[in-house]
C-alpha cells in the first residue's frame, strides 16, 4: 500500500506559474510511471502528463508547452511545473500510478483574475 499527498495548489493569475508537488509514503520506483490528472467542475477526470520510469514524458495537448512533468526518485516525489496559466486550467489536480491503481487526495488550482 502507497499514499500520494499532493500540495502546491492555490489561486494564481492567467499567466501565472503553480508548481505541484506529489510526495508518495513509499518508493516510486516500484511504479512503471507516474502521472498527473485534473478534474474541473462538471467535467470528468482528464488526463494531464506522465512520465516512466525512464523519464520518458506525455502530456494532454493542451498543456504541451506550459506544463513539466519531473520525478525525483530519491524524495519520491513527482512534480508538476505549471506555467503560463489560463483559467481553463482550473480543477482539482491529482497524482496516480500510472496504472491508476492508487490516487492521491488532490490539490485545487485554481486561475483567475
Known amino acids: 500500500q502507497v499514499q500520494f499527498v499532493e500540495s502546491g495548489g492555490g489561486l494564481v493569475q492567467p499567466g501565472g506559474s503553480l508548481r505541484l508537488s506529489c510526495a508518495a509514503s513509499?518508493?516510486?520506483?516500484?511504479?512503471?510511471?507516474m502521472a498527473w490528472y485534473r478534474q474541473a467542475p462538471g467535467k470528468q477526470r482528464e488526463f494531464v502528463a506522465s512520465?516512466?520510469?525512464?523519464?520518458?514524458?506525455n502530456y494532454v495537448d493542451s498543456v504541451k508547452g506550459r506544463f513539466t512533468i519531473s520525478r525525483d526518485n530519491y524524495k519520491n516525489t513527482v512534480y508538476l511545473q505549471m506555467n503560463s496559466l489560463k483559467t481553463e486550467d482550473t480543477a482539482v489536480y491529482y497524482c496516480?500510478?500510472?496504472?491508476?491503481?492508487?490516487w492521491g487526495q488532490g490539490t485545487q488550482v485554481t486561475v483567475s483574475s
Open positions: 513509499g518508493s516510486i520506483s516500484r511504479f512503471y510511471g
Open positions: 496516480a500510478d500510472s496504472g491508476e491503481r492508487y
Open positions: 512520465i516512466s520510469s525512464g523519464g520518458f514524458t
